[in-house]
């Protein structure tokens, strides 16, 4: 089975520190994503990776960076996190493909205090 | 881009089918219908896809209109474990961006 796991289940962090969230998944798959999801809104994309080192913005990139420094990796990062920052993180990868499904991890659900 | 239409929620009772709705009307021709769902507190979970054709898994059916302008799912014999939210998706444009709308929020009554 695909697994998919992002490194905390709860995170609370402080107003201006730097975050990070981390996930790993271990099917070789190429595309990576990171979603927050609030209520009412649904799950809104950040960042996807489609390969290693490479990059696009989502619907909601701002406040947010990313990292794939290996293809298993996919980090998002909060340069100077804010009270409007926490929400639930999910990270998702698939292999490259129309006729591919997505696999998600648990979830991070992340407060900045 | 592509977008689907669902309804925000409906209600279904234990061990009758659940016929979920969703529209695409502009779908085109080489994008697939996605369909996962989200139970409480767990990261979303894939239940099957299609791209012209009907298809049958052993969670749930899809039925794809003719034109592909719509489609339904169905949970043939739902149970309380079926509540969630349930995401209809057409991946649009470039392959490997995926993009959720808010869903159908759907619960099954004992």
């Known amino acids: 089975d695909v697994k998919v796991t992002q490194s905390s289940r709860y995170l609370v962090k402080r107003t201006g520190e730097k975050v990070f969230l981390e996930c790993v998944q271990d099917?070789?798959?190429?595309?990576m994503f990171w979603y927050r999801q609030d209520p009412g809104l649904g799950l809104r994309l950040i960042y996807f990776s489609y390969d290693v080192k490479m990059k696009e913005k989502g619907d909601i990139p701002e406040g947010y960076s990313v990292s794939r420094e290996k293809k298993e990796r996919f980090s998002l990062i909060l340069e100077s996190a804010s009270t409007n920052q926490t929400s639930m993180y999910l990270c998702?990868?698939?292999?490259?493909?129309?006729?591919?499904?997505?696999?998600f991890g648990q979830g991070t659900r992340l407060t900045v205090v | 881009d592509a977008k689907t239409t669902q309804p925000p929620s409906m209600d279904c009772a234990e061990g009758r089918a659940a016929n979920l709705p969703c529209n695409h009307s502009t779908i085109s021709g080489n994008e697939y219908v996605y369909w996962y769902r989200q139970i409480h507190s767990q990261g979303p979970q894939y239940i099957i896809h299609g791209l012209k054709n009907n298809e049958t898994n052993e969670m749930a059916s899809l039925i794809i209109t003719e034109d592909r302008k719509s489609s339904t799912l169905i949970l043939p014999h739902a149970t309380l474990r079926d509540t969630a939210v349930y995401y209809c998706?057409?991946?649009?444009?470039?392959?490997?961006?995926?993009?959720f709308g808010a869903g159908t929020t759907v619960t099954v009554r004992a």
């Open positions: 998702a990868s698939k292999l490259q493909g129309r006729n591919t499904e997505a696999f």
């Open positions: 998706i057409v991946r649009v444009g470039d392959d490997y961006k995926l993009s």
């Open positions: 099917m070789d798959h190429e595309n």
